[in-house]
């Protein structure tokens, strides 16, 4: 049996499509356990869900469990129709295409809630789930349909209850950012540091109510776009074309909306785990002055990186607008085959039509000299805020020694 790449999440959340029933242990194509299924979710209303709940140690009472994994199962394959119809029927007909066509129509936020039946009985079962474990953290899988299932399941949530949402990895499915209602869409905001939505570009169902340029904003988590290797359709969909980079992470496109942005979400992820830490008996001054400064650290940084990764964009096109106009100009001298005019006279001649150095190179120099000069001084400022934040920082720590202790021993808890 084909083996999807050795990626540790990639792999829990296909194994949603294993033979997931009560007391069943779940492993993944490796052979590691991912732990024992204790609650199924199959087509309780007719809807077509399939969610399930899985924990390390099944005998444990509900209440002393600390961690559950929540499987959302994706669309059950058109080569089932004959064995499973009503299936099929549910997954492609009533979710997998009408929750499509509502993206897709959707060319802005929606002011209410466009889900379907199976999405709301997904948020139901998680709910459900939450419930009888009502002081463990919970990791959320899913792909394609599952993924969907898994975006509207957090998204139903309430702004207390989300914040038990450890991590959530998603893969190959549309996003639903778009569909949700307002309110939805905000309780989700809530963790966006903490979900993973990979989307493979070369899958068009992937790329259903997304828009590479925008990376993850307006989208549902941290959307990372997966530079995939060709597949056939169902293969592509069906993840085989993930590759690892030579860190054994999934191979995705680095462009500053995603990456730099995502780098960014993740580390104020962090920032407001260790301000829950810290606010359990109230703040010290010194407690509200490291988590202001590390804030303050964190944003400068994050916006210093992402203009200065665009500002390198920005010289890239300059540079290449310059070198292709560059061209044109030279060309400008060849004289076409056929005629007997001199090298002079046909420059000349483009010249008189309108073709000379103004007009190739001088209008792309003229045209983005400015946005360059805003570019450099735009950088230029944020990294002059980084620096005078970080020396203020330090200065402080210089004059107290005993506070630059506890800001030693708050670090490491990030």
Known sequence: MRKYVDDSNLQIAMTEYNDNSIKREVKDQYDRSVGTV???????TGAGEQVYA??????????????????????????HIFKETADVWNDWAENDFVIGTHILKQNVPSDQDQSTEQLKASARALKDIMEKYPNAKINIYGHSLGSMDA?????????????????????NGPDIYRILSPEQR???????GRIYNYADAKDNISMVGRDIAKGSIGSVGMVYYVDSESEDPINQHMTYGYRLDKDGKIKIFSNTSTVAYNDFLIKMEGYKTLKNILASDGYTAGEQLFLDSEQAKIAASGICRIVTEEMDIIKNIYNRGIQDASEVFASCSNVPWGFI????ET????????????????????????????????????????????????????????LASKFSQWESLL
């Not at 204790?38 to 309780?44: C, E, I, M």
């Open 54 to 79: 899985v924990v390390k140690n099944p005998k444990e009472n509900a209440e002393d469990v600390q961690e559950v994994t929540v499987l959302f199962r994706g669309s059950t394959g058109p080569d």
């Open 347 to 402: 420059e000349v001649a483009y010249s008189e039509g309108g073709l000379n150095y103004e007009t190739t190179i001088g209008i792309i120099q003229n045209r983005f000299h400015p946005v360059v000069d805003k570019a450099k001084q735009l950088e230029k400022d944020f990294t002059d805020l980084e620096k005078q934040i970080q020396n203020g920082i330090q200065k402080k720590l210089d004059e107290d020694r005993e």
């Open 151 to 171: 975006q509207y399941a957090m998204a139903a949530l309430e702004a207390a209850q989300i914040e038990r949402i450890q991590q959530a990895y998603i893969f």
């Open 186 to 192: 905000k309780i989700v905001d809530q963790i966006k």
């Open 38 to 44: 204790t609650q199924v979710y199959n087509n309780t």
């Open 341 to 344: 005019l001199s090298s002079y």
